[in-house]
Structures are given as structure tokens and as C-alpha cells.
């Protein structure tokens, strides 16, 4: 987002009890911090659509020029929250999710994304599973982490002067 003159970003976050949510809150903390960008934070307890439309009121509080949802579904209503207050998505503000679903590349406008290969993560979850039943297994549980990748789609664009 830098890189495209943002200098201020929003992190719509998902349920405070999921690991995923701390990881990306503090991954995106740290790349703020780094990066010279005001991060602020919008709780969202629950990742769907209707809690990402439910955002915009706190987003409105202290308003920034990019969001990042914890998930696409919640981008994507936290956007059509933006269109009903005539807001322009990527024009006033740039959206972008996190696991790049289906519908996120044929919404209007299309949406920017972080790619998760799902069919991966489900191969190695599979694994690790029929490892412990097995008993080859013998390590704690730990968050799995695999290499990503950033979709720009039309819901991102360079930050107008504020």
C-alpha cells in the first residue's frame, strides 16, 4: 500500500479467539510500523458479510485511505457499506481481503486480495492428521504457515491527497 502513497491503513479484524486474526494483526502492525503508515484497528467478532458492513461506522470515526479485511467476504460488505453511503471504492477508498474466494474476482469493482491455496493448507492438515493417528507424530500442535500472494484487482488504486 505504500508504494501506492497510502499512508494510513484500517485493519477490519476478525474474532478476537483466532490465531489467524493475531497473526495478521500483527503482521500488518509490524509492515505499518516499518513502512511509516498509521495503522488503526475496527473490531469485527464476526467474519462475514454483515459484520463487514457493520464496520463502517467505526471505520467513518477515524477514516483512512486503504482497509484490509481479515477475510474477502467481509471486504465485500464493508464495501457495498462504502456504495450505500456514496463512497467510491477504489477512488476516496482502496479494499482489499485475505484468501482470494471466488466471487472476489467478478464483484465490481473487482477485489484486491491476499491468494491462500486452500487445496494446499487441506493437504497438509490431511497429513498432519493421519500422522498423529498413526502415531508418526510426536510434535505440539502449531499454526502451519505457507507462502501467499497479493491479487491487485480494481479495489485498490494510488491515495488520493487527503
Known sequence: MRSLGHKSLTYL???????QNAVRRETLSRICARNDIVLNTVACSVPTYRGGF?????????????????????????MAALKDCGIDVPGKVSVAGIDDIPISGIISPA???????????????????IGRLLGNLRRTLKPMIHDSCFIMRDSVAVAKER
Open 111 to 129: 477485489l484486491s486480495t491476499v491468494h491462500i491455496d486452500r487445496e494446499l493448507i487441506g493437504e497438509m492438515a490431511v497429513d498432519e492428521l
Open 54 to 78: 457493520s464496520c463502517l461506522a467505526q471505520f467513518l470515526r477515524r477514516p483512512t485511505s486503504a482497509v484490509i479485511a481479515y477475510n474477502d467476504i467481509m471486504a465485500i460488505g464493508f
Open 13 to 19: 479484524s476478525g474474532p478476537n479467539d483466532s490465531w
